[in-house]
C-alpha cells in the first residue's frame, strides 16, 4: 500500500530535502519520525521536488510504502478519500501522532491511502515555485523575514515581466542549471511572472514540468538583473540561447524560494504520467 | 518638529512595547537606534498602540519630537510629504540608517515629517488588530508559526461571527480587561469579523477606537469558546453585560496577535481628534 504525504517546512533549519548522514535534512526527519509512529526501520519516502538547503516549502508532497504486515494498522489511520475520513470517525491518527513527534519547523498537513498509479515524483505534472523579494523599506515585514530576501535596489516589475515572456516554453536550460553527467536540460516553462502586491512585496511564480538544479534561483537572479536595469530585457533571452552557465547570472539566495505546489493529472491518469516522466528523464 | 515613524517588529523577541530597564523592549530598542543615528541622547517616543509581550506589529505608529538644534538636519533625511521625497533625491536617509542600526525583527517602514497636529497617540481614531488561527493540520504552515496559534480545537467560524455581533458597538468592556484604578473601560468596538481564508488559516478581525489592557486576546478567548462550541453564542453577550472579568473567559496567547494597522482622520482634523481623545480618556 502507498501513502501520500503533503507537508510544508521551513527550510532555514534543514539542510535541504535530501537525507544526509550527521546533518539534519527534511527527509531525515520525517522518515524518522515515520519509524517512530509506525514502529519500523527504514521508511523510505520519494519526494516531488527535492529542495536544497535553506529552501521552504508549503504544498511539498512525498509518498511511502507501507509493508503488507502494517498496511491495514496504516489505513485505519489515515483518511481514505474513498471512506470520506479517517477510521477513527476524526480521521488522521497518524497526521496528529507524526506531527506530535516532529518539531514545528516540520509539518505534516495531509496524509491518505494513495490511488493506484500514483508516485509522488513521477506522476507529478508540474511543480510551482514562488520567490519573495522586499525591494523597497515598506515591503520589509519583520513576520516574513524568514522566506522573503530583502534588497536595497529597487526593481522594475515590468521590465523583469518582458524579460520572463522570453523564456516560456519548451527549451534547453542548460544556461540555468547546474551539469550533470548524462541528464538532460530540457524542460517546459509553463508560467513565470511577476506581481506587485498591495503590501509593496515583489512576487514571482515560477511553474514547469520539472526544474534541474538551482535552475529556479538562476532564473530569478538573472531576472533580478534585468530589474535592477543593470541589464536589459533581451538579455535574458540570450543567456537561454547560450546553452551553457552564465556566469554573469547569480544565483539568488535560498531563503526567498518556497516550494508551494505540485500538480498531479487526474487519478485515471497517474500511471500513464508516472510512465512518460520516467521515459523523459532517462533521455540525455 | 514632529516625526511620524511606521514600524513593524516581530514581537517573540521583545517584553512588549514599553521601554524597561534591563529587558529588550521595541520602545528601549528604537530610543537606542533614534540617539545613535541622530546623535542625540534621551529620544523619547509616543506610539499609537503599546502592544504587550510577544505581540506582532506591521503598522505600528510612532511619533517623535525632533529638537529645534537638528530639526533642518532631520527634515533633510526623511521623506516630507509636501515636498514628495526626500532631499537627497532617493530620500529615506535617517530611514536606511535607522534600519542598519536596527536587528532585523524591528523595522522602520517609514519616516517623515508629521503634519500639523499629529499625535501618533491621540489623533489615532482606531486600532486594527488580526488574530490568526490555525485549527486544522492543513492550515498549519511553519513558516508562519511565529504568528499563527496551533489548535487541535476545530472552530465553527459563523459560531463565533454570530456571537461577536453583539460586542459591536459602545459599551463597557470591563469584563474582558484588566482593571486599572481611574481608567474608562468604555471602548467601541468597530469591527469584529472572522474571516476563513483559502488556504484553511481563521483570521479574526479586531478594530476599535482603543482597547484596553488585554482586551483584545480577551475577547477572542471568549469567542473561541463559542467556536469550539464549549459555550453558545449568546454567552459573550452575557459576559460583556457582565462588566467584571469573568474568569471563564482565558486570554489567548500572544504570539497569534498582529497590530495590522491605525486610522488617523484627514489632516486638517488631527488636532481637533487629540483633543477629543485626551478628553475622553480622562474621564473615569
Redesign the interface.
Known amino acids: 500500500m502507498r501513502v501520500r504525504i ?1 507537508l ?3 527550510g532555514g533549519g534543514f539542510h535541504g530535502w535530501a537525507r544526509q548522514p550527521g546533518l539534519r535534512t527534511v527527509q531525515g526527519e520525517l522518515e524518522r519520525a515515520l519509524d517512530t509512529v509506525l514502529r519500523v526501520e527504514g521508511s523510505l519516502l520519494t519526494v516531488a521536488g527535492r529542495t536544497d538547503t535553506g529552501v ?1 516549502a ?1 504544498g511539498q508532497v512525498a509518498h511511502l510504502d507501507v509493508a503488507d504486515a502494517i498496511a491495514d494498522v496504516v489505513a485505519d489511520a489515515v483518511v481514505d478519500a474513498r471512506r470520506g475520513r479517517g477510521a477513527d470517525g476524526a480521521g ?1 491518527v497518524l ?2 501522532r507524526l ?1 506530535g513527534v516532529l518539531d ?7 496524509i491518505g491511502v494513495a490511488p493506484t498509479g500514483f508516485d509522488a515524483r513521477f506522476s507529478a505534472v508540474w511543480r510551482r515555485y514562488a520567490y519573495r523579494i522586499a525591494d523597497r ?2 515591503a ?8 522573503v530576501l530583502v534588497t ?1 535596489q529597487p526593481l522594475d516589475e515590468a521590465a523583469m515581466a518582458a524579460a520572463s515572456e522570453a523564456l516560456l516554453g519548451e527549451h534547453d536550460f542548460a544556461a540555468f542549471c547546474r551539469k550533470r553527467a548524462g541528464a538532460t536540460t530540457i524542460r517546459t516553462l509553463l508560467e513565470l511572472g511577476w506581481e506587485r502586491q498591495p503590501d509593496g512585496l515583489l512576487v514571482g511564480t515560477v511553474r514547469a514540468d520539472a526544474f534541474c538544479h538551482s535552475m529556479v534561483r538562476a532564473l530569478v537572479g538573472c531576472l533580478m538583473a534585468v530589474g535592477e536595469g543593470r541589464r536589459d530585457a533581451a538579455w535574458a533571452a540570450g543567456v537561454l540561447a547560450g546553452r551553457q552557465r552564465d556566469p554573469a547570472v547569480s544565483v539568488v539566495r535560498a531563503h526567498g524560494l ?1 516550494l508551494e505546489e505540485v500538480g498531479y493529472p487526474a487519478d485515471d491518469e497517474l500511471a500513464r504520467q508516472a510512465e512518460r516522466s520516467r521515459v523523459v528523464r532517462t533521455l540525455g
Do not use: I
Open positions: 503533503d510544508g517546512y521551513d521552504h508549503r488522521d497526521l496528529r506531527n514545528p519547523d516540520l509539518r505534516v498537513r495531509r523599506a515598506e520589509v515585514d519583520p513576520l516574513r523575514r524568514s522566506h536595497s518556497t
